[in-house]
């Protein structure tokens, strides 16, 4: 019995002991949590990381910690300013006339406009394979031999890695990439609109690469040279473009114009390593603050802290900059301290959105959006729809950050359809009365959980020519009633409709019901209660809306070439700049026009509005664009091309120990900014997630009880046979 009780001791503190150690069921390493780490996921693995070829939200959340073009965004500042990332200063910018000399920028003799980079001196790539060289100056893994490769499965599979400062002549290369055509750079033909020579430096290099790649060589783009583009020195860089396009300084804060170092570029071009994955799309090189240390696109993704990363710091505002930008006490803490804060990054796939949340809430990652089945769990609704954490997420010390987007959701009219398109009066009222029958408010309701802004033009919040209230306010659709916008009655709708020849729904000329066609991707079973919805929206004012859905690319080759009535579409800033906007509504982007290649898919053409977009175009931001803006937003309200939809909000929810969390649509670069209370963390997840022992506790005293019983029974057995054999 003795014996058995020292057992016993020993089993309740083992549990002791385990109820006191790390969390069991965490899934990271306990070094990386305690360590200075940033835990986050991805839903959808990145195809392509060749700043050159990437154009997706996916990539760019990598990209953006690894490269750097020649500016960026200011974090904190709002609304959205440029400022040098890789330069000394900003841009200078000259003018030039026909003979390339220098003229004024409002005169009408202005050509051409230079661009002059000035970079910084302490630029240093991260270290790479790439940069080795030999005592006589060669590349050392520039042609690798069929022995070295059958050892190589990936770069960290190489013995030795350099690393070289970033020049001027690193930025050029990249642009001169970005010219062949086998690169696939989707803004290419952007490009070719407005830097001097592209166009023909295009179609020279591509044939060359056909030709080189056709063979099984490399092609080095030292050998050739971009008429617009020239390296002074090492430090400096001319761009000249045509004409005027202030836009394109926005261009340069974008991963397509950060330095690809031509030891890269050629040692990539390796057949062998190409055959193994081994690429700028799989392992980028850059000079910003972390690397890629890791790529498993279908298990996880690791970024680390670049050692080479030049001098930056965390940015400071005045208190009117603050004040203005709506910028808390608490986001300035860091004000002035060396970036990056975080040391690594790890990204896990997450193709469900229940698991990942129920890891946030365990404190396994440190930020979450909010997914519909989240919604109610996270946020609560008060009067006039304001959102609101709810308690369960405010004991937890979990806040909320939110913003309305730089984008909009609209449904558009096909002005080239004889039906729903036209610039006459009555057909001007159709879309008018569909407009005002839309209920965006109930659709943001019902749909998106409160996360959306009724939209009042193409222009959303944030970008220079929004305005809010009255002034802002779409007069066709909203009147403003005691300060508020108020959505007009169906009855207005049904008014406008009999004045477009309409009346219920009826043709007067024909006697039938009007019957509109609205061509949709929605084709899964969860679309089935918006499609009922966009019908019963059409259905008040009597017109019967039927339902074509059909795949992605179909969809895209009906809207290019014109054979669609109404779809709905949408479009994310890539600037923050109104003509990012208004360019969609440009006469000669229609899509009609341009064998589908126009963004304008709605093929809307008013001469007087595509006037003042020229005009607006290349204005600088100030009150008299602003007057030009208000009426090109005059004239499309009343031709009501779009239904405006919504400006999307969006909400995510972080931990109490991530830091610095700002919301900024336009900065790809912002995990320097942010940090992690490491050791608040670990304490909270020990927390949260200390395993509930005492059934386990119960079921081994029950069973040792029962184990003693049946040992004590036992041996009072034994000992009565024991007797019995002594008599």
Not at 28 to 53: C, M, Q, W
């Amino acid at each position: 019995m003795q014996a058995w009780l020292v057992k016993w001791c020993m089993v309740l503190s083992l549990f002791t002991v385990l109820l006191h150690a790390a969390v069991w069921n965490a899934p990271y390493p306990v070094e990386e949590i305690r360590g200075n780490t940033l835990f986050s996921a991805f839903s959808s693995p990145p195809k392509h990381l060749d700043p050159v070829r990437s154009y997706n939200a996916n990539e760019w959340m990598f990209l953006g910690q690894i490269y750097e073009p020649p500016l960026q965004y200011n974090y904190l500042k709002k609304p959205y300013v440029l400022e040098p990332l890789t330069l000394t200063q900003m841009p200078q910018v000259v003018y030039l006339d026909n003979n390339e000399s220098k003229t004024d920028a409002k005169s009408p003799a202005v050509k051409f406009t230079l661009y002059r980079f000035h970079f910084r001196d302490d630029l240093v790539y991260q270290n790479h394979p790439a940069f080795v060289k030999n005592p006589d100056g060669s590349l050392r893994y520039g042609n690798l031999t069929e022995k070295v490769l059958k050892t190589i499965q990936s770069l960290d599979d190489f013995p030795m890695q350099g690393s070289r400062s970033v020049t001027a002549a690193d930025y050029a290369y990249a642009m001169k990439r970005m010219a062949v055509r086998q690169y696939h750079s989707p803004i290419l033909d952007t490009m070719m609109q407005y830097i001097v020579g592209l166009r023909d430096y295009s179609k020279e290099v591509t044939r060359e690469a056909k030709k080189r790649f056709a063979n099984g060589e490399r092609l080095d783009l030292r050998k050739f040279e971009i008429p617009g583009v020239k390296v002074v020195d090492d430090r400096t860089l001319e761009i000249r473009i045509y004409g005027k396009y202030p836009q394109f300084l926005y261009w340069m804060a974008m991963n397509f114009f950060a330095p690809i170092p031509w030891e890269a570029d050629l040692f990539y071009q390796q057949k062998g390593l190409k055959q193994k994955n081994i690429s700028l799309d799989t392992q980028p090189v850059g000079s910003g603050a972390y690397y890629l240390a890791e790529n498993s696109p279908n298990r996880r993704i690791r970024l680390v802290k670049n050692p080479h990363f030049h001098m930056e710091r965390y940015p400071g505002l005045t208190a009117e900059e603050a004040n203005a930008s709506g910028v808390s006490k608490q986001l300035q803490r860091d004000s002035g301290k060396r970036l990056p804060f975080i040391d690594e990054a790890v990204y896990s796939l997450e193709k469900e959105s229940i698991p990942l949340w129920n890891k946030f809430l365990q404190g396994y990652y440190d930020a979450s959006g909010i997914s519909s089945e989240a919604f109610d769990q996270a946020v609560q609704i008060g009067s006039g729809g304001s959102m609101g954490l709810s308690n369960v997420m405010k004991q937890k010390g979990i806040r909320m950050v939110s913003s309305v987007e730089p984008s909009i959701f609209y449904m558009a009219f096909n002005m080239a359809d004889p039906v729903v398109g036209g610039y006459t009066e009555p057909q001007k009222k159709l879309r008018q009365a569909i407009s005002i029958a839309q209920d965006q408010e109930e659709y943001i309701s019902i749909f998106l959980n409160e996360r959306g802004v009724p939209a009042q033009g193409p222009i959303p919040p944030g970008i220079f020519g929004y305005e809010e209230g009255k002034k802002g306010t779409n007069p066709v659709v909203y009147n403003w009633v005691r300060g508020k916008r108020v959505r007009k009655s169906i009855n207005v709708a049904k008014k406008l409709l009999t004045e477009a020849g309409y009346p219920g729904g009826i043709s007067a000329k024909t006697g039938k019901r009007l019957k509109l066609y609205y061509d949709t991707t929605a084709t899964g079973p969860d679309d089935r209660a918006l499609m009922d919805w966009r019908r019963k929206q059409f259905a008040k004012l009597g017109i019967e809306l039927v339902i074509r859905a059909t795949d992605y690319n179909r969809f895209q080759e009906k809207v290019r070439k014109g054979k669609v009535q109404l779809f709905s579409w949408g479009w994310n800033a890539d600037y923050p700049d109104p003509e990012n906007f208004l360019f969609l509504l440009y006469g000669k982007n229609a899509a009609v026009d341009t064998d589908g290649a126009g963004i304008n898919s709605a093929n809307y053409k008013n001469p007087e509005f595509d006037r003042l977009f020229v005009q607006m175009q290349t204005m600088p931001s100030s009150p008299e664009r602003l007057a030009v803006i208000e009426k090109m937003l005059k004239i499309v309200r009343e031709d009501a091309p779009w239904v405006w939809g919504f400006y999307p909000k969006s909400l995510a929810l972080v931990h109490g120990w991530f830091h610095n969390v700002v919301p900024n649509a336009m900065a790809n670069n912002t995990l320097k900014y942010k940090r992690i209370d490491a050791a608040k963390r670990f304490r909270k997840q020990q927390v949260w997630n200390r395993p509930v022992l005492w059934p386990l506790l119960m079921l081994v005293v029950a069973m040792s009880l029962l184990i003693w019983g049946l040992r004590r029974a036992y041996r009072r057995r034994q000992s009565s046979v024991i007797r019995k054999e002594d008599v």
